[in-house]
């Protein structure tokens, strides 16, 4: 059945396009572009071409992007499972681009699910730096969380939270920070006829005010001389170049940069935010001859001319213009001094009691005295040569609760000993019995709804490490004291992928001279990590979890 537009949307779109809106409405009849982009974090650009399995073809503005075929199915391969690739619609590629998230930036991700973007900024921070991918959505955020560990992240925290209490724990903090901003999502009728159904749900005026809102409050989270990229998948101006005039009437200090990449697109409509102003000022959509639905409890905000006039430096990208799908991306840089950003990687020891009331509870006075004090243990344990996680962090805890600190730190030296040949390098975060390396600290978390406070390595029961699926797929094969290569087109591969016991001969078990076939084995396909198993006498008992299996 033929694609149902709104109507008042088709009327809309006629009135602002004038001539172009017969090419504009003709795109719909086409298939929307599918697109992948390769993970740098596990495979290179070049690596990936010389075993690709699929037909690519460059997206223009992501240099990681590639058009695959229409009926190609890219998540049915073991690559994908290997997180080798992202699947990805080819527009919403642009908005990191934009960002330009360099290695070492602190990258706010704050609408972030189910993380298309989040893993194009970890790809782009290459293990360096902090990545916070957030979603308000509690349910969205399991896909998020499970994404960061699919594309192997090692330095991201996943949040569910509001912006308001990211903004308490993070004033000033980041460098970067993406808005991927919830929208009422016109630019994706032809790929999804469910935003199409619901798009007089979502209605324009209220989503505007929600991201207005959102913008407000991330600007108190950047750094000074730090840049917001703004982005939507819609073609209202109301919620694009008029949201940012809004914006910018309220915080001067911010000026719009014309995107990387903006050869590729349409500037933004400066002309149809005059007009939408026009609209507001008497109450009645000119363009539709509709009343608004804004909210009456809303004051009505008129912005100035000036900035409107700034946003003719955004992008637009048409999906009769380009093979993609409609997008809106505005880069927001902020005119302060940039600052060297400190080093945030203190080495820690957290011991489980505390931290799981860290999340519940705001600080204590003789919490922030107790912090104060292990800041100060860190920086004497720096000058004097030692390691961080050598050194206690609570010398108020109890003995016992020591002992268990020191025995974690014990167990899972012993577990890297003999399993792994890696360096950890960030802060150790132990809750619940789930061990994390964190690129932050656990007093940055304090008091927020924290999915994942970094990467989860394992965890610790009776005494007894357990490396996590997570631990698997950000590892480099060269990291494991074992592993064992399975071929993308074998059957064991598809096997091992379905969570099948594999039989495997010891000369296949790939080691270091010193270490015996039998543990834990990383299992990877055509050389990229995809698990674990456990080898004993022939036999690859399967660890690749139930939630992952091949279908
Ligand atoms: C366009 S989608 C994000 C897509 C995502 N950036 C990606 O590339 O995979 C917008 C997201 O914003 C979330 N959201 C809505 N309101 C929010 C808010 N106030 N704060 C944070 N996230 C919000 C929604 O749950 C939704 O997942």
């Not at 989270?221 to 914006?247: D, H, K, Q, W």
């Amino acid at each position: 059945m033929a694609l149902q537009l709104p109507p008042l949307f088709v009327q809309r779109m006629q009135d602002l396009l004038g001539d172009e809106f017969q090419s504009f409405i003709d795109s719909y009849q086409e298939s929307p572009h599918a697109g992948i982009r390769i993970n740098t974090l596990k495979i290179t650009d070049q690596d990936f071409q010389h075993i690709t399995p699929f037909a690519l073809r460059s997206i223009p503005w992501c240099p990681t992007g590639y058009y695959v075929e229409e009926g190609t199915r890219p998540g049915k391969h073991p690559y994908y499972h290997a997180g080798l690739y992202y699947i990805q619609e080819p527009s919403a590629m642009a908005p990191v681009e934009a960002l330009d998230v360099q290695p070492g930036d602190r990258v706010l991700d704050l609408c972030a699910a189910p993380g298309g973007k989040s893993t194009q900024i970890a790809a782009a921070l290459r293990g360096q730096g902090i990545l916070v991918t957030n979603d308000i959505s509690a349910d969205r955020t399991k896909a998020l969380a499970k994404n960061m560990e699919l594309y192997g992240v090692r330095n991201a925290v996943v949040l569910n939270e509001t912006p308001e209490h990211i903004a308490e724990q993070f004033a000033g903090f980041f460098n970067k920070i993406l808005v991927d901003a919830p929208c009422s999502g016109e630019g994706m009728f032809r790929k999804d006829e469910d935003m199409a159904r619901q798009w007089a749900n979502h209605s324009v005026e209220r989503c505007a005010i929600m991201q207005q809102d959102i913008l407000n409050i991330v600007a108190k989270m950047l750094a000074p001389g730090g840049r917001i990229v703004y982005s939507t998948c819609t073609f209202a101006p109301e919620e694009n170049e008029r949201s940012i005039a809004v914006f910018l009437d309220q915080h001067a200090d911010f000026q719009v940069t014309t995107p990387r990449q903006a050869e590729h697109f349409a500037t933004g409509h400066s002309d149809w935010a005059h007009q939408v102003e026009q609209e507001l000022q008497v109450g009645t959509s000119v363009l539709s001859g509709t009343a608004l639905d804004v909210d009456s409890d809303t004051p009505y905000q008129s912005v100035s001319t000036a900035s409107l006039e700034q946003t003719a430096k955004s992008a637009r990208l048409w999906p009769h213009r380009i093979e993609g799908e409609g997008h809106y991306i505005c880069v927001l840089d902020h005119q302060g001094v940039t600052e060297e950003l400190e080093e945030n990687h203190l080495i820690q020891v957290t011991q489980s009691s505390t931290f799981s009331k860290a999340y519940t509870d705001k600080p204590k006075r003789a919490d922030k005295r107790q912090s104060a004090k292990d800041q100060q243990d860190w920086k004497s344990d720096r000058r004097s040569g030692k390691k961080g996680k050598e050194r206690r962090l609570d010398s108020k805890a109890s003995s016992a609760d020591q002992h268990e600190s020191l025995s974690m730190i014990e167990v899972i030296e012993e577990f890297t000993a003999r399993e792994l040949q890696l360096e950890w390098s960030q802060n150790w975060i132990h809750f619940g019995g789930r061990i994390y390396q964190s690129p932050i600290t656990e007093e940055q978390l304090k008091g927020l709804k924290v999915v994942r406070p970094g990467w989860f390595v394992g965890t610790i029961k009776n005494g007894r490490f357990t490396p996590s699926h997570a631990l698997a797929t950000a590892l480099q094969p060269v990291e494991a004291k074992r592993c064992i290569q399975l071929q993308s087109h074998s059957a064991e591969a598809i096997s091992y992928l379905k969570g099948e016991t594999l039989t495997i001969d010891a000369e296949r078990v790939e080691r270091n001279a010193d270490t015996l076939p039998k543990g834990y084995v990383l299992v990877c396909i055509d050389g990229y990590s995809v698990g674990w198993g456990k080898w004993l006498d022939g036999m690859l008992k399967n660890e690749y979890p139930a939630g992952w299996r091949w279908t």
